[in-house]
């Protein structure tokens, strides 16, 4: 597995990690227009720091975005997830934890103090990697849907 930063011919590949993830992330209302999502990574792509992506043998299999902010208050430096995705052949193996891995080391050289991501709550696999790299629950975002009458729904 050869990681390295995303280009604009992965463009179909970032695409359906980015619908992927939004099914996973947001099933009420996930936006799955390919071309809504390759307008946001074009633009994304014109500075892709943070963008990178796994390859094997030419084949992209995972995806990872990330954004270096600063805490307006504090002038600390901090990494923030925007996605994470491996292609369905590759989940459940090493290719993640060795992305995010590459992630948290980049991270760091970059001189981020820490680093955030949101994870939906059903999604078990992407926590247990949180998990494995000694992530923290931090904050617990809640929500009231006014377009259900199901009290019990996310």
Same mark, same amino acid.
């Given at each position: 597995? *050869? #990681?390295?930063?995303?280009?604009?011919?992965?463009?179909?590949?970032?695409?359906?990690?980015? #619908?992927? #993830?939004?099914?996973?992330?947001?099933? &009420?209302?996930? %936006?799955?227009?390919?071309?809504?999502? &390759?307008? =946001?990574?074009?633009?994304? $792509?014109?500075?892709?720091?943070?963008? !990178?992506?796994? &390859?094997?043998? +030419?084949?992209?299999? +995972?995806? $990872? /975005?990330?954004?270096?902010?600063?805490?307006?208050?504090?002038?600390?430096?901090?990494?923030?997830?925007?996605?994470?995705?491996?292609?369905?052949? /590759?989940?459940? +193996?090493?290719?993640? @934890?060795?992305?995010?891995? !590459?992630? %948290?080391? @980049?991270?760091?050289?970059?001189?981020?103090? /820490? #680093?955030?991501?949101? %994870? *939906?709550? =059903?999604?078990?696999?992407?926590?247990?990697?949180?998990?494995?790299?000694?992530?923290?629950?931090? *904050? $617990?975002?809640?929500?009231?849907?006014?377009?259900?009458?199901?009290?019990?729904?996310?």
């Amino acid at each position: 597995m *050869h #990681i390295r930063v995303a280009r604009e011919e992965d463009l179909p590949a970032l695409v359906e990690f980015e #619908i992927a #993830i939004a099914r996973i992330s947001f099933p &009420e209302d996930p %936006v799955t227009s390919p071309a809504t999502q &390759e307008k =946001k990574l074009r633009k994304a $792509l014109q500075s892709p720091q943070g963008m !990178f992506v796994a &390859e094997v043998d +030419g084949q992209v299999v +995972g995806w $990872l /975005w990330m954004t270096l902010n600063t805490q307006f208050l504090t002038g600390k430096k901090y990494a923030n997830f925007r996605s994470f995705a491996l292609h369905p052949e /590759w989940r459940g +193996g090493e290719t993640g @934890y060795r992305l995010m891995r !590459f992630c %948290v080391d @980049y991270c760091r050289q970059q001189g981020a103090e /820490w #680093i955030s991501g949101k %994870v *939906h709550m =059903k999604n078990l696999a992407m926590r247990a990697l949180y998990a494995a790299l000694e992530f923290r629950p931090k *904050h $617990l975002t809640m929500e009231y849907r006014f377009d259900t009458d199901d009290e019990t729904s996310s």
